[in-house]
């Protein structure tokens, strides 16, 4: 189990009184992942959720901080390496240590992001973290790209003729039609400049024993979880036309790992991978 502080689950269990919009009889993705990592940020309807899930696949709150700790290897690549000093961040989740204008600003100050979230959560969140015109919030969706790219909180901070790096971690397989989900990334990609980078990550089963699979679709069928889990090809079919950076798509454990102690792959269970759109 994380280290949840009883108390304050209780005080965010009273939360909907006072902001009507959100709604703690249904769950929400961003505070159940809040869950798996230990923080605070969450209600019973998504504890319960997340312990279901945890049951079957208990390795899952290691996916949840692999997540997290490919999140930050990959955006000190962008603001180091490929020096990008604009980030779309699309389904950003609560905050928790390292967010994204953290990572990149403690490379260069003058990084800009764009935050993006459906989650009324989030948003209250969020506000938090505007620092003079250099980090922002959309309250925005990735079912709809277009009006993400129209918003004027991201037309006022980034500039999209320049390279910026995209970021679509553990959210696209929150959409369960894979043409779908490869319509939004390529809507993305089109906007964004030559020399703009795509972050993606995605749930898979390829690494796990066939009756975790079979336990896994079960639930998928049942309701009892929503992410849509894809093998490596229809995975990697979101980076048609860009270059992948080495080592290409891989378990997110495996993408330029800090340590040699890490999880197996069976344990993480997510593809990750960063595209250069070269023209």
């Known amino acids: 189990m994380s280290d949840v502080d009883p108390m304050a689950a209780m005080d965010l269990d009273r939360m ?24 605070k940020d969450h209600f019973q309807v998504d504890r319960e959720s997340g312990d279901r899930i945890a049951a079957a696949y208990p390795a899952v709150r290691t996916a949840a901080q692999q997540g997290r700790a490919f999140h930050n290897r990959a955006i000190r690549y962008l603001a180091g390496e490929a020096g990008i000093r604009q980030f779309l961040d699309i389904g950003t989740g609560l905050p928790a240590p390292d967010n994204t204008h953290e990572v990149a600003q403690s490379i260069d100050p003058a990084s800009r992001v764009v935050y993006v979230d459906n989650d009324p959560m989030v948003l209250a969140h969020a506000r938090a973290l505007m620092t003079g015109g250099t980090t922002t919030f959309v309250h925005g969706d990735l079912n709809d790209p277009g009006a993400i790219l129209a918003a004027d909180e991201l037309r006022d901070t980034l500039d999209l003729s320049r390279p910026v790096a995209i970021l679509l971690i553990a959210v696209l397989h929150f959409i369960p039609d894979d043409d779908k989900a490869r319509a939004v990334v390529r809507e993305l990609v089109d906007a964004a400049a030559p020399g703009s980078y795509l972050v993606a990550t995605n749930s898979t089963k390829d690494f796990v024993p066939p ?69």
């Open 16 to 39: 909907p009184s006072m902001n009507p919009s959100v709604d703690d009889q249904t769950v929400s993705p961003a505070r159940r992942w809040n869950y798996w990592l230990g923080g």
């Open 211 to 279: 009756h975790v699979a079979a336990v896994y679709d079960q639930m998928l069928a049942a309701g009892h979880v929503d992410a849509w889990p894809r093998d490596k090809d229809t995975f990697g079919s979101f980076f048609d036309g860009l270059e992948l950076v080495d080592p290409g798509a891989v378990a997110i454990s495996e993408w330029r790992p800090d340590s040699e102690d890490r999880p197996a792959a069976a344990e993480v269970s997510m593809y990750g991978a960063i595209g250069l759109k070269s023209r």
